[in-house]
């Protein structure tokens, strides 16, 4: 799926390309496309049967990959595209595209995911995805997305005290597993 509503009636020539290569939809900020491909965040996989490490993957920060999605949304004249409420939907959108690989597996099966070479691969895009449009997000509003994340992390860890004994969890949390 695009962000970008015009890639539907005009799609950029190497979109056409990169349809042919992959089985799922490919997106023009070049967090898509198939595995090992080189998009904004570098080639995808990790290493393992067939795969590969990311390249400088262990040298990365967050705002070096904000800045290469920013040149990569600007060379390609896409800032205009990227306002909080399309970067959101797009966002809930890969976020659902996650979910749809996991959608019929027994808690046995999702558990395991990552063994089939191919199922990895789609795992990895789409949380490569989730993560391009979520920097990308917040880089449009100014969100220091390591700072928002230990504030919550913060509030939960008062909210949430830890437990003192296993299976207190459930009671002491009013049923949830995992805060909000």
């Known amino acids: 799926m695009s962000e970008h509503p015009e890639q539907t009636e005009h ?3 190497h979109e056409e390309a ?3 290569c992959s089985d799922r939809h490919d997106h023009p900020d070049g967090s898509g ?3 090992g491909s080189d998009g904004p965040a570098g080639p995808h996989g990790t290493a393992g049967p067939d795969r590969r490490e990311p390249a400088g993957a262990a040298g990365l920060d967050v705002r070096a990959l904000q800045d290469r999605l920013a040149a990569f949304a600007a060379a390609r004249d896409w800032q205009q595209f990227h306002t909080p409420k399309n970067l959101a939907a797009a966002l809930s959108v890969e976020a659902s595209e996650l979910v749809e690989i996991f959608q ?5 099966q999702s558990a395991r995911v990552m063994e089939e070479p191919s199922t990895a691969a789609r795992v ?3 949380v490569a995805d989730v993560l391009a449009y979520l920097l990308q ?3 449009v509003l100014g969100i220091d997305v390591l700072a928002a ?4 992390i913060d509030r939960n860890e008062r909210r949430f005290p830890a437990l003192k004994e296993a299976g207190d969890g459930v009671a ?3 049923g949830r597993h995992s805060p909000e």
């Not at 019929?104 to 046995?108: K, Q």
């Not at 994340?149 to 919550?152: C, D, Y």
């Open 11 to 13: 799609p950029e020539p």
């Open 18 to 20: 990169r349809r042919g």
């Open 33 to 35: 496309g198939p595995a």
């Open 104 to 108: 019929w597996l027994t808690p046995e």
């Open 124 to 126: 990895e895009d789409e």
């Open 137 to 139: 997000f917040c880089e």
């Open 149 to 152: 994340l230990s504030a919550k």
């Open 172 to 174: 002491d949390h009013g």
